[in-house]
């Protein structure tokens, strides 16, 4: 019998081409793994597969396809998808929709092309692969779920939830290749008689928007110390926090982290304990670290200092465990070093906001102005810059107009001059927003939350008097 020709997978989305072929092997055509690691996954042979490519005695593919399965792999890791995917392509007549790496783009996938089938890895980010199940049961009943269990959900447990969520088959991840064959194979035959039955229904559901994903990593920065950065982090946090949004603040200064006494709290572990597992970091070791603060906001605090090496943060650790904490909170609230040395810019490449804090005097917005121009050299969108300048003076001798033209970016809050505030909220361990709520201090912290969060200012109340000697003025009252 002649060796079996691979034929090459079907369509792909298109974004995902270039980095599958760089992976395994860069020229345009996706070939075996080679060298990767997929034990799991058994090599192709000459097994005759039900309902398949039917194979001539040299073992080449001919004949017409019965059913062509149009498959949906949602999996992070790259080089696992494409390893999975080429086994298939080799005993399965499908066709590969799309890889998604996260639970937002795997909803956003699926409801572009409908696929027959969702390889679901049980680990995803951003939505997590129960939601992602429960909404394809609720707006695409006709798509079938497995799921690839890592072990991270016990199926053996959890096994009604699982059904009831609306996921039909599982397979252990890294799958083995005739398990999962024969999983595809139950699962797509009861989808198309499921989709049989639904085509007969003349009333077809309007097509649902695209989720859209809400969750930020939001990280402070300058191009300096000394602007109160980390105490007005973790004043926002609280203010956040009691916006009723979920808020994890993380510490990640390596020059010596700060959080923890600004909250008053006393953390057994810090995310230097984390660093020391590296790339190895996993969920169940960040629950481990967090401490949650009396206002509802989790913390994960750094070492006060001498523990916390720099280098020990690098882009993976960064990206996972940011990863993480985005997932299970609307708000990742990030400190970071001053400058953009050593962990500074891995920080900023993941977060979707970055408050950039900026003195208020001639030399600091020179220093200020230079710092944006180099993320921007750095590729940091410009767009993702909220721009505070904090006030050392009871009266600035600077305009703000004239502070916008040297820095030549809007500004988007004034941090007023407020040392006695500040110091009271430092040496006692308790935020100024819930110490002192009605200080203008307070009030720019709140009008940053706003920002972040998209609310707009809330009707003010004019005092009586006010509206009888006709002196109301706009912006007197208090915002909250």
């Given at each position: 019998m002649g060796?079996?020709?691979?034929?090459?997978?079907?369509?792909?989305?298109?974004?995902?081409?270039?980095?599958l072929?760089?992976?395994?092997?860069?020229?345009?055509?996706?070939?075996?793994?080679?060298?990767?690691?997929?034990?799991?996954?058994?090599?192709p042979?000459?097994?005759?597969?039900?309902?398949?490519?039917?194979?001539?005695?040299?073992?080449?593919?001919?004949?017409?396809?019965?059913?062509?399965v149009?498959?949906?792999?949602?999996?992070?890791?790259?080089?696992?998808?494409?390893?999975?995917?080429?086994?298939?392509?080799?005993?399965?007549?499908?066709?590969?929709?799309?890889?998604?790496?996260?639970g937002?783009?795997?909803?956003?996938?699926?409801?572009?092309?409908?696929p027959?089938?969702?390889?679901?890895?049980?680990?995803v980010?951003?939505v997590?692969?129960?939601?992602?199940?429960?909404?394809?049961?609720?707006?695409?009943?006709?798509?079938?779920?497995?799921?690839?269990?890592?072990?991270?959900?016990?199926?053996d447990?959890?096994?009604?939830?699982?059904?009831?969520?609306?996921?039909?088959?599982?397979?252990?991840?890294?799958?083995?290749?005739?398990?999962l064959?024969?999983?595809?194979?139950?699962?797509?035959?009861?989808?198309?008689?499921?989709?049989k039955?639904?085509?007969?229904?003349?009333?077809?559901?309007?097509e649902?928007?695209?989720?859209?994903?809400?969750?930020?990593?939001?990280?402070?920065?300058?191009?300096?110390?000394g602007?109160?950065?980390?105490?007005?982090a973790?004043?926002?946090?609280?203010?956040?926090?009691?916006?009723?949004r979920?808020v994890?603040?993380?510490?990640?200064?390596?020059?010596?982290g700060?959080?923890?006494?600004?909250?008053?709290?006393?953390?057994?572990?810090?995310?230097?304990?984390?660093?020391?597992?590296?790339?190895?970091?996993?969920?169940?070791?960040?629950?481990?670290?967090?401490?949650?603060?009396?206002?509802?906001?989790?913390?994960?605090?750094?070492?006060?200092?001498?523990?916390?090496?720099?280098?020990?943060?690098?882009?993976y650790?960064?990206?996972?465990?940011?990863?993480f904490?985005?997932?299970?909170?609307?708000?990742?609230?990030?400190?970071?070093?001053?400058?953009?040395?050593?962990?500074?810019?891995?920080?900023?490449?993941?977060?979707?906001?970055?408050?950039?804090m900026?003195?208020?005097d001639?030399?600091?917005?020179?220093?200020?102005?230079?710092?944006i121009a180099?993320?921007?050299?750095?590729?940091i969108?410009?767009?993702?810059?909220?721009?505070?300048?904090?006030?050392?003076s009871?009266?600035?001798?600077?305009?703000?107009?004239?502070?916008?033209?040297?820095?030549?970016?809007?500004?988007?809050?004034?941090?007023?001059?407020?040392?006695?505030?500040?110091?009271e909220s430092?040496?006692?361990?308790?935020?100024?927003?819930?110490?002192?709520p009605?200080k203008?201090?307070?009030?720019?912290?709140?009008?940053?939350?706003?920002?972040?969060?998209?609310?707009?200012?809330?009707?003010?109340?004019?005092?009586?008097?006010k509206?009888v000697?006709?002196?109301?003025?706009?912006?007197?009252a208090?915002?909250?």
């Amino acid at each position: 019998m002649g060796m079996h020709t691979p034929m090459p997978p079907s369509r792909i989305e298109t974004a995902t081409i270039p980095e599958l072929s760089e992976l395994l092997g860069g020229n345009g055509k996706i070939g075996p793994p080679g060298e990767v690691e997929s034990a799991a996954v058994p090599p192709p042979t000459h097994k005759k597969h039900p309902d398949t490519r039917n194979l001539d005695v040299s073992g080449s593919a001919v004949g017409t396809v019965q059913h062509v399965v149009r498959i949906l792999i949602v999996d992070d890791d790259r080089t696992e998808s494409a390893s999975l995917h080429w086994a298939l392509s080799q005993r399965l007549a499908m066709e590969l929709v799309g890889v998604a790496r996260d639970g937002a783009e795997c909803l956003n996938l699926a409801r572009r092309h409908t696929p027959d089938v969702v390889l679901l890895k049980d680990i995803v980010q951003v939505v997590d692969c129960m939601r992602v199940a429960e909404t394809l049961a609720d707006e695409l009943p006709e798509v079938g779920v497995i799921l690839m269990t890592t072990g991270w959900i016990r199926v053996d447990t959890r096994w009604r939830d699982l059904l009831h969520a609306g996921i039909s088959g599982f397979v252990t991840y890294p799958p083995p290749l005739d398990a999962l064959l024969e999983q595809i194979d139950h699962v797509s035959e009861h989808q198309r008689k499921l989709r049989k039955h639904l085509s007969s229904k003349s009333v077809k559901a309007a097509e649902p928007p695209p989720l859209i994903d809400h969750r930020r990593v939001v990280a402070f920065t300058g191009p300096r110390g000394g602007c109160g950065r980390s105490l007005l982090a973790s004043n926002l946090a609280v203010c956040l926090a009691a916006r009723n949004r979920s808020v994890c603040l993380v510490d990640l200064n390596s020059d010596g982290g700060d959080i923890a006494p600004l909250l008053d709290i006393h953390p057994h572990y810090t995310v230097g304990d984390l660093a020391l597992a590296a790339e190895d970091i996993e969920r169940d070791m960040i629950a481990n670290v967090l401490v949650r603060h009396s206002t509802g906001v989790n913390v994960i605090p750094a070492p006060r200092a001498g523990t916390l090496q720099g280098d020990s943060l690098t882009p993976y650790f960064i990206q996972r465990l940011l990863g993480f904490a985005r997932e299970q909170h609307d708000f990742t609230i990030v400190d970071t070093a001053p400058g953009l040395n050593g962990s500074v810019g891995p920080i900023l490449g993941v977060a979707e906001a970055i408050v950039a804090m900026i003195g208020f005097d001639l030399i600091r917005l020179q220093q200020g102005a230079a710092f944006i121009a180099e993320l921007a050299e750095n590729g940091i969108d410009l767009q993702r810059i909220i721009t505070v300048l904090v006030s050392e003076s009871d009266h600035p001798l600077i305009q703000l107009a004239d502070a916008q033209r040297i820095l030549s970016t809007d500004i988007t809050c004034v941090v007023p001059f407020d040392p006695m505030t500040a110091l009271e909220s430092v040496n006692k361990g308790v935020p100024f927003v819930l110490s002192s709520p009605h200080k203008p201090l307070s009030k720019a912290v709140r009008a940053l939350a706003r920002k972040l969060t998209g609310e707009s200012r809330p009707p003010q109340t004019i005092p009586w008097w006010k509206r009888v000697l006709g002196v109301a003025g706009n912006g007197e009252a208090d915002e909250d």
